[in-house]
């Protein structure tokens, strides 16, 4: 018989984070989350103070068969006048009831708080990670993006769930991009700085707090008019900054200014998960921490991450420019692979600076709704 139960003590949290690794333990292309990392997004992250979210466990008789989170982001509907709920860290095996009893379980609780949709997967929101995989199965997930078998769109699908978007994630493999193209963005650069005073530079990480503090501002105008986006607050952006900052490459890392003034950033950070991979069950001690600083160096793969202009500077160039910046200094250090992602599907300015370099569209995450 399946039963649901609500997570409450550090050991179902323990099991409900440690889910996945026993669901994808024959899968080479699965990489565990860190385990403090995911515990703190889950208990102790400013996303908590604003908004509130409760995690369960499937169960069949005393084995673990599947978990969900249930999110009521108040923020997200504050800010885009909507009564949205939400899920997110959905895991099940290859069980159409045991997921019904799950998405049923999370419907419930977010329609209480009075939502009148369910939305995601979100982890726990659109500033972290989100979506479901639905192309690209063929290869491990970049850094901070998610992973799922092919059989979860058939458990969603089946459970009433509907496209509401699609985001798209783009490859670069060795040395296989538009040259002409990256020769044609010095020229722009030139005249981007010659025509409106926008010149575009390499992050200074001895200034860290005082970019990132213009980062800040720059991150919660760029994204407005994304679906599903809601301002980070401050305590938020400093929280995942300060994260980014253990393991960001200023070399990978621009900003777009005019007058001294940020309009515009872009960046990548290395793919850790060559190195998480390798970490059983995301565990950083007794040696999970040696082999993620012992590997850095031998990281051949980066994922642009970040990339966004406040509006009044679109249509200018400057997007092509920042994703150029960062490929031809991916060239410059020999690495063997580069991923965009994620972007909107239908954010064609975006989408085209992308391609116009020789990026090729190779995994398409999806998010879902139903009304409830």
């Not at 009831?97 to 329609?111: G, H, R, S």
């Amino acid at each position: 018989m399946k039963t649901i139960v609500a997570v409450q003590s550090k050991k179902e949290l323990a099991s409900f984070i440690d889910f996945p690794h026993e669901l994808y333990k024959n899968d080479p292309y699965y990489v565990p989350e860190l385990f403090i990392a995911q515990r703190d997004l889950l208990t102790t992250h400013p996303f908590h103070k604003h908004s509130s979210l409760q995690t369960f466990l499937a169960f069949d008789g005393n084995k673990i068969v599947g978990r969900i989170a249930a999110i009521y982001n108040t923020s997200h509907n504050n800010f885009n006048n909507v009564n949205d709920g939400f899920f997110g860290f959905f895991d099940c095996i290859n069980d159409q009831e045991t997921a019904n009893l799950l998405f049923d379980t999370a419907k419930n609780w977010v329609k209480e708080k009075g939502a009148t949709k369910l939305v995601g997967p979100v982890n726990p929101s659109t500033n972290e990670v989100c979506g479901l995989l639905v192309k690209g199965f063929d290869s491990s997930p970049m850094v901070m993006m998610p992973y799922n078998s092919q059989y979860y769109i058939g458990l969603l699908e089946n459970a009433g769930f509907v496209k509401q978007t699609d985001l798209l994630a783009w490859h670069w493999d060795g040395q296989n991009y538009n040259d002409k193209s990256l020769q044609m963005l010095d020229r722009l650069q030139e005249r981007l700085t010659r025509n409106s005073g926008i010149t575009i530079r390499k992050i200074n990480l001895k200034n860290f707090k005082q970019e990132a503090d213009a980062l800040r501002d720059v991150y919660n105008k760029a994204w407005d008019k994304n679906l599903g986006f809601f301002p980070m607050t401050n305590e938020e952006f400093d929280y995942t900054a300060k994260d980014l900052k253990m393991i960001l490459d200023p070399d990978f890392a621009y900003l777009a200014e005019q007058d001294g003034k940020i309009v515009g950033f872009g960046v990548a950070i290395p793919d850790i998960n060559q190195i998480l991979k390798t970490i059983k069950k995301g565990r950083l001690l007794p040696t999970g921490i040696f082999k993620l600083l012992l590997n850095k160096k031998k990281i051949t793969g980066i994922r642009i991450m970040l990339l966004g202009v406040i509006d009044g500077y679109r249509k200018m160039g400057i997007e092509a420019c920042l994703y150029g910046s960062i490929i031809k200094e991916y060239r410059h250090k020999g690495l063997k692979y580069a991923e965009a992602s994620w972007t909107l599907e239908k954010n064609d300015m975006v989408n085209r600076a992308i391609e116009a370099i020789g990026g090729e569209q190779y995994k398409t995450y999806r998010i879902y709704e139903k009304t409830i």
